[in-house]
């Protein structure tokens, strides 16, 4: 079970592309091309014989392979995927206007290096191994948000709780303020108070060495 044979092309354009064998899998490939529908994305499969051409077709660009029909469709379409970020992120805008094997020099050899790792490294099945990678993430994320809703639930309170700090900081305030205006009039009141009995008492010890509440051997 292999992926023997790929290419990439813009529409009619073929643009770069490797055939490990020596079959008619590119003669048969520009065929395909002509069904390949012009307008969206897609993936599609095409049978030739005991052979199955895989196309996907991405804004406009164009990535084939071609494989045993044993082989299934989900690595070659993997394969696929892989290719076409590579391309595009290789050549980006000069995709649009490349003439015909512009960069098959370059992209070929990474056409034959992809296409055995694909066809023969265990590890180029990812969906399985994919699963058990999303699985944990699920967990982890599930795990997060539990303790951001506990954390969020922790927040509340301590701003509720601030809140009613704030509240008890600015009654005590108010508080304190008549607290010490009305220590401030009972000390006037009490000094005023001690001044009219100091002057009576001093009236009174006048009175009494003057000789009559009139002090008149005082004023003599």
């Known amino acids: 079970m292999a992926i023997f044979y790929g290419m ?7 643009l770069a592309e490797y055939s490990r064998d020596s079959t ?30 895989h196309v996907k077709r991405t804004d406009g660009l164009i990535v084939l392979c071609t ?12 394969f696929l995927e892989d290719m076409h970020q590579r391309f595009v992120r290789t050549y980006g805008r000069a995709i649009l206007s490349a003439p015909a094997y512009a ?8 056409l034959a290096q992809q296409m055995d790792y694909y066809s023969h490294d265990p590890n180029a099945d990812r969906l399985n191994r994919l699963k058990g990678e999303m699985s944990q993430v699920r967990s982890v994320m599930i795990e997060n948000i539990e303790k951001v809703l506990e954390r969020g639930d922790r927040l509340a309170l301590l701003v509720e709780k601030t809140s009613a700090l704030q509240g008890n900081t600015v009654r005590f305030r108010r508080q304190s303020r008549r607290f010490r205006n009305t220590l401030w009039w ?12 100091l002057i ?17 051997s005082c004023f003599k």
């Open 8 to 14: 990439v092309a813009r529409g009619h354009v073929v």
């Open 24 to 53: 008619n899998a590119s003669v048969i490939a520009r065929q395909i091309l002509n069904k390949v529908p012009g307008d969206g994305n897609s993936n599609v499969s095409y049978s030739q014989d005991r052979y199955i051409f």
């Open 67 to 78: 494989a045993d029909d044993s082989f299934g469709r989900r690595t070659p379409f993997a």
């Open 103 to 110: 960069m098959n020099d370059e992209f070929s050899r990474v």
């Open 186 to 197: 009972q000390n006037v009141k009490l000094g005023v108070v001690l001044a009219i009995i």
């Open 200 to 216: 009576i008492l001093v009236y009174l010890v006048f009175v009494f060495l003057c000789g009559g509440p009139l002090l008149a």
